[in-house]
């Protein structure tokens, strides 16, 4: 039998429609939850990004504000501009959208965020938090992706959870999740030797390489829970993620499609870490 899908399109829809009427709460007592979001160049990519970002706040009930600025913007301008969001009450989350021009230093930049509006989670004390377990906010991607694990309803304690690739955004802080919600973790990545020795023994994958059919029906346990984050491109030009789907969806029990996976719980993460950290500063600002 194929595996069932899971839809992060209407598992999104599902999410923001909370999203609607926690904003509408919020609003109602005069704390509308509100993102700043920074695109500084043209990358094309990154344009459309932004714009979804802004247009699913603004669908929700947020308030969104969209700061371009050129390609030879200077980093002490971008900081100085940091900064005053981070004073600005009506903004409860920033978000620089990356890449950065290769003359500004991303970290710099990560780090200037105040930690109490790091909606994207990337700053070195939001990947503490994580690390640790605090609640502070969890990187958008790898949120969406415990969300969508969770949506089918399979226990993850106990389980042996796989995640391909390492990197600070998506891969490290998607392990050190499913480790906080007990599952036994492995993380593989471009040194592992035999990926399919690790895959096989996995109730739940997630694999996040940004290289299609690095994970093939094949190399997959059956029943196994399957989350693609990959966005690439097939020799046909069409979206696909790191996951062969013809023939892993014949093996898995459950897995994401790309597009319509991964890519809308991103966005959905995001909204709900920023009305989170609003919801936060109503609560800071009743108990004084
Ligand atoms: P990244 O920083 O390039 O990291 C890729 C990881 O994959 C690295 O840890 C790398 O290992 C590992 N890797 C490379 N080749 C491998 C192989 N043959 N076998 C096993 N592991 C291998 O990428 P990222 O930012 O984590 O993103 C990963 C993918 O997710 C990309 O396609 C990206 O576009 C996509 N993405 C999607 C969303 C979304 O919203 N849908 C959000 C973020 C990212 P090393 O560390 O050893 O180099």
């Known amino acids: 039998m194929p595996a069932q ?21 919020l609003t109602a007592q005069g704390m509308q939850p509100g ?3 920074i ?20 669908d929700a009930g947020l308030h969104s504000v969209k700061e371009d600025y050129p390609a030879d913007m200077t980093e002490e301008a971008l900081l100085a501009r ?63 992706c415990m969300k969508m694990i969770e949506s089918t309803g399979v226990d993850i304690r106990g389980k042996h959870a796989v995640v391909i690739g390492r990197s600070n955004t998506v891969g490290k802080p998607m392990a050190l999740m499913l480790l906080q919600a007990n599952a036994t973790v492995t993380i593989c990545h471009s040194a592992t030797p035999d990926l399919a020795l690790y895959t096989r023994q996995a109730d739940i994958v997630v694999a996040a390489v940004g290289r299609r059919n690095t994970l093939t029906g094949d190399m997959i346990k059956p029943g196994a829970i399957v989350v693609d984050v990959g966005i690439n491109r097939d020799e046909a030009g069409k979206l696909c993620g ?6 892993a969806v014949e093996v898995a029990g459950y897995i994401s499609p ?19 950290a609003a919801e936060r500063r109503l609560a800071s600002q009743a108990a004084r």
């Not at 695109?39 to 603004?58: F, H, I």
């Open 242 to 247: 790191d996951v062969d789907f013809a023939s």
């Open 82 to 144: 940091i900064a005053a969001l981070n004073e600005d009450p009506s903004i409860h989350g920033i978000l620089v959208q990356m890449p950065l021009p290769k003359h500004i230093n991303p970290s710099r930049i990560i780090e200037a965020i105040a930690t109490h509006k790091d909606v994207d989670g990337y700053s070195v004390l939001s990947a503490g938090e994580v690390m640790t377990g605090l609640p502070g906010f969890r990187p958008c991607t790898p949120y969406g």
């Open 258 to 276: 790309v597009p319509g996976g991964v890519g809308p719980m991103t966005i959905t993460m995001l909204l709900i870490n920023t009305i989170e």
């Open 39 to 58: 695109l500084v160049g043209e990358d094309p990519a990154s344009q459309v990004y932004v714009r979804n970002k802004v247009k699913a706040c603004l």
């Open 35 to 37: 993102l700043a979001v």
């Open 5 to 25: 899908l899971i839809n992060g399109n209407a598992l999104s829809q599902q999410l923001r429609a909370d999203c609607a009427q926690r904003a509408a709460a």
